[in-house]
Nanobody, 118 residues
Framework: QVQLVESGGGLVQPGGSLRLSCVFSGSIFNLYRMAWYRQAPGKPRDLVAGISISGSTNYADSVKGRFTISRDNAKKMVYLQMNSLKPEDTAVYYC????????????WGQGTQVTVSS
């Protein structure tokens, strides 16, 4: 069973930076596409950034140029470097792993709170 544990959230001032980390366990990391999602109060959970098995990345328009997703296959980790943070980035950030075998399996972490406020 895949398990994901996020860390690195917290309170940061506008314009500041944070790096989120997600550790993967329970399966073969290299077989999973990884992504970060976020959910603000009263809003749906939206994709922030994704990284494929081969390392190709995609980003939500709202974070392009400010956020960078990366993965370390040896350490089974995925990261989200967040720069130039804005109050509208405030949300719970979730790590997601998705693998397609016979069926598509999707797993979630418990989430980490990011608050951008002065």
């Amino acid at each position: 069973q895949v398990q994901l544990v996020e860390s690195g959230g917290g309170l940061v001032q506008p314009g500041g930076s944070l790096r989120l980390s997600c550790v993967f366990s329970g399966s073969i990391f290299n077989l999973y596409r990884m992504a970060w999602y976020r959910q603000a109060p009263g809003k749906p959970r939206d994709l922030v950034a994704g990284i494929s098995i081969s390392g190709s990345t995609n980003y939500a328009d709202s974070v392009k140029g400010r956020f960078t997703i990366s993965r370390d296959n040896a350490k089974k980790m995925v990261y989200l470097q967040m720069n130039s943070l804005k109050p509208e980035d405030t949300a719970v950030y979730y790590c997601n792993a998705e693998g397609t075998f016979i069926t598509t399996m999707s797993y979630w972490g418990q989430g980490t709170q990011v608050t951008v406020s002065s």
